[in-house]
């Protein structure tokens, strides 16, 4: 697995801003679903929100593996704050950083990397989640403008988003190259919030729904040309995947490392529980998935550093780090017993946020579908 020292000292020193700026107050902002904005400022003071962008832009410049330790390291204490640091580089900040013009990144990314900005990406819509060629978010051109009407779900920072990266139809629903990107900023007054969604888990993180009308944007405000927003999207979901791979990742450490110490603690018939081998053999089973899933997210951090093909292994990993997620956490909480399913304890919320991994960035049917696309193109018929 790659290591060097620079990636030592960053997951070191995301693991201790995770411990003292953020695990102190886990159970108070998943119960009241607070956005904490004011830490993502704190992270973005640490280079957490521009990891992967330039210097000359503000950015950390770093690359892909410490971004999946940084991603990692905080997901093992809050997987909410894991999945907006996610959100905010791989989506938004990495869109705009792979698409835009010069002018475009000199103007957001900076403030992206500070956290000044925060940073959404708006891609889903109630009835078109995977089938994104039949959006019915529209953009218009009048002029040199393009008018916008539509809205958007599940849009993580889609209420507090200084900068909004919205996808929208600009061709014939279910066309070819029918997709174009544009960057909306919150001072318009044509971008709205609708209902920010009460969720199971990742309950700091915020998610809501983003509304057009008669959103005027500037040509300027376009990403690339038009048409091109579908191939941008898919090259960003590449990304984004080896960042949901890490939140799982954390998550699923987290919840390890919960159990472990509990079955060490907890004495049953005079001894650890973690001595009878029906708990020993959950902790074998969970730390060989993890070590698994890492190998998986690492290697598709080598090849996105390569500049290689991954759409299968960033599938791959994303799709495997997620159900492993949910396993390890589930299987942490039965290792706690009645305790792992009370708040006293950190794996119930483990188990509440492993959950999303399975479904956001495309669920984990959709990677299997994505998957085996790429596995039969290295086996044409002769």
């Known amino acids: 697995m790659y290591k060097s020292e620079q990636l030592t000292l960053v997951r070191q020193t995301a693991k201790e801003f995770a411990e003292r700026k953020i695990r102190p107050h886990i159970m108070e902002w998943d119960e009241a679903q607070t956005f904490p904005i004011e830490l993502m400022k704190q992270l973005g003071e640490q280079g957490f929100l521009g990891v992967l962008v330039p210097e000359e832009y503000g950015g950390a ?3 892909y593996h410490e971004y999946v330790a940084i991603i990692d390291e905080i997901a093992q204490v809050c997987g909410s704050i894991g999945l907006s640091v996610a959100a905010h580089n791989s989506l938004c900040t990495n869109h705009i950083l792979q698409f835009g013009s010069e002018i475009q990144k000199k103007q957001y990314l900076p403030q992206l990397a500070s956290g000044n900005f925060i940073g959404a990406w ?5 009835n078109t989640g995977s089938d994104s060629a039949r959006m019915q978010c529209v953009a218009r051109r009048k002029g040199d403008n393009y008018i916008i009407n539509g809205a958007k779900c599940w849009i993580t920072h889609g209420k507090s988003g200084d900068i909004v990266v919205v996808m929208t139809r600009t061709g014939e629903s279910g066309t070819k190259d029918n997709a174009t990107a544009f960057i909306v900023e919150r001072s318009n007054p044509g971008l709205k919030f609708g209902k920010k969604e009460n969720k199971l888990g990742m309950r700091a993180s915020e998610t809501a729904e983003v509304i057009l009308e008669d959103c005027i944007v500037p040509s300027s405000a376009r990403l690339g040309n038009e048409g091109d927003g579908f191939k941008q999207a ?19 450490k987290g919840a390890m490392a919960a159990a472990a110490r509990y079955a060490q603690e907890r004495q049953q018939f005079g001894q650890a529980i973690a001595n009878f081998q029906g708990i020993s053999f959950k902790l074998a089973e969970m730390a060989t998935k993890i070590h698994g899933a890492e190998l998986m997210t690492h290697h598709a951090a080598d090849l996105k550093m390569e500049g290689t093909h991954l759409t299968k292994e960033a599938a791959m990993a994303k799709f495997y780090a997620s159900e492993v997620a949910v396993e390890v956490a589930t299987d942490a909480v039965q290792i706690f017993g009645g305790y792992g399913y009370t708040k006293d304890f950190p794996v119930e919320k483990f188990y509440r946020d492993a959950k999303l991994c399975t479904i956001g960035e495309g669920t984990s049917e959709i990677q299997k579908i994505v ?11 002769i």
């Open 234 to 252: 898919m090259k960003i979901l590449d990304g984004g995947r080896i960042s949901i791979a890490a939140l799982s990742l954390g998550i699923a």
């Open 61 to 63: 410049g770093l690359g």
């Open 122 to 126: 708006a891609l889903t819509e109630a």
């Open 371 to 381: 998957i085996a696309r790429e596995v039969l193109k290295e086996y044409p018929i």
